[in-house]
């Protein structure tokens, strides 16, 4: 395709691992099956990625990237899982005056057994997005505007929707006259929430 580049790979791989959950004794002995109290456990592995950017000629640049891993486990079934990062990032630099980035991606990865309190492989899903105007009124003073956004769900054997949402924002001010060292000032302020869980909290 022109002005595009691609890539793309795949690797498989075995695993051996002494302690592949980290559980209590009366939680592995569920957990195993028959009664095994080994926590011995030999997976596989199997990851495929693919890559895509722009050549950089022009303005406009945009990145996207997918990685997927699937994991199978030998000796505890419910350990098998499949991962996924996905994203992508775009940016546009129009001239000097102003230029703008957004980058957003979604994630799919298992959390420790020890901190959800489960039995099996729980995936948690992370999507987040972010966006950055950079102004520059005049050649040395430079305005950043950061908005972000991002959304957590971990299905807990006690909640099965429970979320952590969040949304940040930054507001810079940078001086772009003193070389290679920037000075400036910078304002953050965050929001988040709980939901899907009883008592759910925000700050």
């Given at each position: 395709?022109?002005g595009i580049d691609l890539s793309?790979?795949?690797?498989?791989?075995?695993?051996?691992?002494?302690?592949?959950?980290?559980?209590?004794?009366?939680?592995?002995?569920?957990?195993?099956?028959?009664?095994?109290?080994?926590?011995?456990?030999?997976?596989?592995?199997?990851?495929?990625?693919?890559?895509?950017?722009?050549?950089?000629?022009?303005?406009?640049?945009?990145?996207?990237?997918?990685?997927?891993?699937?994991?199978?486990?030998?000796?505890?079934?419910?350990?098998?899982?499949?991962?996924?990062?996905?994203?992508?990032?775009?940016?546009?630099?129009?001239?000097?005056?102003?230029?703008?980035?957004?980058?957003?991606?979604?994630?799919?990865?298992?959390?420790?057994?020890?901190?959800?309190?489960?039995?099996?492989?729980?995936?948690?899903?992370?999507?987040?997005?972010?966006?950055?105007?950079?102004?520059?009124?005049?050649?040395?003073?430079?305005?950043?505007?950061?908005?972000?956004?991002?959304d957590q769900k971990t299905p807990?054997?006690?909640?099965?929707?429970?979320?952590?949402?969040?949304?940040?924002?930054?507001?810079?001010?940078?001086?772009?006259?003193?070389?290679?060292?920037?000075?400036?000032?910078?304002?953050?302020?965050?929001?988040?929430?709980?939901?899907?869980?009883?008592?759910?909290?925000?700050?």
């Open positions: 395709m022109a793309a790979g795949a690797t498989v791989g075995v695993e051996y691992n002494t302690n592949p959950i980290e559980l209590s004794n009366a939680e592995a002995s569920q957990f195993s099956a028959g009664g095994k109290e080994d926590l011995d456990d030999t997976s596989r592995h199997l990851t495929a990625n693919v890559a895509a950017k722009s050549d950089g000629n022009g303005p406009l640049q945009m990145q996207l990237e997918a990685l997927y891993t699937r994991v199978e486990s030998e000796n505890f079934s419910k350990l098998g899982h499949s991962e996924h990062n996905v994203g992508g990032s775009l940016d546009w630099k129009p001239g000097r005056v102003f230029d703008v980035s957004v980058q957003a991606s979604q994630n799919r990865v298992p959390v420790g057994l020890a901190d959800v309190g489960g039995v099996q492989a729980t995936l948690q899903t992370t999507r987040q997005a972010q966006g950055t105007l950079r102004l520059r009124p005049t050649p040395r003073w430079q305005l950043g505007l950061t908005p972000g956004w991002s807990l054997s006690y909640a099965e929707d429970f979320h952590f949402r969040e949304t940040n924002g930054t507001v810079a001010l940078d001086y772009l006259g003193a070389g290679r060292l920037v000075p400036g000032l910078a304002v953050n302020e965050a929001r988040g929430r709980y939901s899907g869980i009883a008592n759910a909290t925000r700050y």
